[in-house]
């Protein structure tokens, strides 16, 4: 062997290595340490971009950041408004994906998907609003998890996606015996 470490040694080490890793990158969200949330956009607050927004705020406990910054405009020719979705994708967590920016401009709707599949970051993908439509292929073959609308679902999976926190809950349901 020549290193003084047998094989099976560095093996250990290295799997602790990867469990302590694993461990700091998920920690619990909280108050002082929020999940960092991109919502896809197109430069604009649709509908359901706000509503997104709805659904988050209305969730008890529940901490995030948007890194999305849709009122901020940049300047310039395509390769631009790429380069200001990156640095927005960048410093996020996780990405929640409107199937409705599809339809708008196909090309930066999916770069912003392949960038944060590129960027590690897992994508949530939301179902069409109040519509039984089905989903474009290329989002959902990109996305880490698909969901209905619906606030608990939707916190649940950024949630998961973004820290691995395990997000099985009951319903209490309350009611007398007469």
């Known amino acids: 062997m020549g290193q003084g470490h047998s094989l099976s040694a560095r093996r250990r080490t290295?799997?602790?290595?990867?469990?302590?890793?694993?461990?700091?990158?998920?920690?619990p969200m909280s108050q002082a340490d929020p999940?960092?949330?991109?919502?896809?956009?197109?430069?604009?607050?649709?509908?359901?971009?706000?509503?997104?927004?709805?659904?988050?705020?209305?969730?008890?406990?529940?901490?995030?950041?948007?890194?999305?910054?849709?009122?901020?405009?940049?300047?310039?020719?395509?390769?631009?408004?790429?380069?200001?979705?990156?640095?927005?994708?960048?410093?996020?967590?996780?990405?929640?994906?409107?199937?409705?920016?599809?339809?708008?401009?196909?090309?930066?709707?999916?770069?912003?998907?392949?960038?944060?599949?590129?960027s590690s970051k897992p994508v949530v993908l939301m179902k069409f609003f109040g519509a039984e439509r089905p989903l474009p292929k290329a989002l959902t073959e990109l996305a880490s998890v698909v969901i209905d609308w619906d606030e608990r679902a939707l916190v649940d999976a950024i949630r998961h996606e973004a820290r691995h926190e395990n997000t099985a809950r009951w319903d209490v349901i309350e009611f007398k015996l007469d």
């Open 14 to 27: 290295g799997e602790r290595a990867a469990r302590r890793r694993l461990f700091l990158y998920t920690a």
């Open 35 to 118: 999940i960092r949330v991109f919502v896809s956009h197109l430069w604009e607050q649709s509908d359901d971009y706000l509503r997104v927004f709805e659904f988050l705020e209305s969730s008890r406990n529940f901490y995030y950041r948007n890194t999305s910054t849709p009122d901020a405009i940049p300047g310039g020719d395509k390769e631009a408004l790429k380069e200001d979705l990156r640095r927005q994708i960048k410093d996020a967590e996780v990405v929640v994906m409107l199937p409705g920016l599809h339809a708008q401009n196909q090309d930066l709707a999916m770069f912003q998907a392949l960038f944060a599949q590129a």
